[in-house]
């Protein structure tokens, strides 16, 4: 992923009112900018530090300029708009980066599912016409169809912790009902995978924080031994641009 034009820089002054960022430019002015995550943002806020920010031309926003990535104290870089980690997953899928998600021909986004009504990051299918082929190809030997349809949960983690990557940074019955929707899912009979996009380059194996939310972190290790898929993949961050470029432990 790419960023045209690079991320521009300045000074986090402070968060409040969950969107909104003060920060300090170059030029020494002070602007209000919108900030794209609703979580907590626990261990991401350093003033003083620097952040980059992008510029919107869209004339209908209040607040043109959007908080993107942020400096840690010792020096490590947050992607911290959660938006963006969809994006990371579905283009590592698509180059061939998260080898447990290849082999399908199809990837389609925001598909409705589940029994409480959500609607799942990425589904990966087979490509319909392929579908058709080899269904005709299976039938004449009187076999089956049987690779799996993939529904691929995202979620972004940023949270680290004496050396230890964290999710969630908060409680989340968000969270909780996507774990009982993919376990849905393997019962049917496809394949559920929980995919943790790493936008935090300090930030080497990740693990549910059972002390900001216990139940989410039993439903992780239920969701786990259900045949719920867990992987994390950790991305290279700049102000240029990002991608996942390696896959990282989950500690379970």
């Known amino acids: 992923m790419q960023f045209t034009p690079p991320f521009e820089q300045g000074v986090l002054l402070r968060r409040y009112k969950r969107f909104l960022t003060d920060i300090r430019l170059s030029d020494g002015s002070e602007v209000t900018i919108h900030c794209p995550n609703t979580g907590s943002m626990r261990n991401c806020l350093f003033p003083g530090e620097k952040v980059w920010f992008s510029t919107s031309d869209n004339p209908k926003r209040k607040y043109s300029r959007t908080w993107e990535q942020a400096e ?3 020096g490590h870089i947050i992607g911290i708009n959660t938006g963006r980690a969809n994006q990371l997953a579905e283009d590592a899928i698509r180059d061939g980066v998260i080898t447990e998600l290849s082999g399908y021909g199809s990837l389609r986004r925001e598909v409705k599912y589940g029994s409480e009504n959500s609607r799942i990051d990425i589904l990966l299918s087979d490509a319909e016409e392929a579908k058709d082929a080899e269904e005709a190809k299976n039938s004449e030997r009187g076999d089956t169809l049987t690779k799996a349809d993939c529904y691929v949960e995202v979620k972004s983690c940023t949270l680290l912790e004496e050396g230890q990557g964290y999710f969630p940074d908060a409680v989340t019955t968000r969270g909780q009902k996507h774990l009982r929707e993919l376990m849905e899912v393997v ?14 380059t300090g930030i080497e194996s990740v693990q549910a924080a059972a002390h900001i939310d216990p139940d989410y972190a039993n439903l992780l290790s239920e969701a786990h031994r259900a045949g719920v898929e867990i992987i994390a993949y950790c991305a290279e961050i700049s102000p240029n641009g990002a991608s996942l470029i390696k896959s990282c432990p989950v500690k379970l």
């Not at 019962?187 to 935090?200: E, I, N, S, T």
């Open 72 to 74: 840690s104290d010792v």
């Open 187 to 200: 019962a049917a009979g496809h394949r559920g995978v929980l995919l943790f996009v790493v936008q935090h």
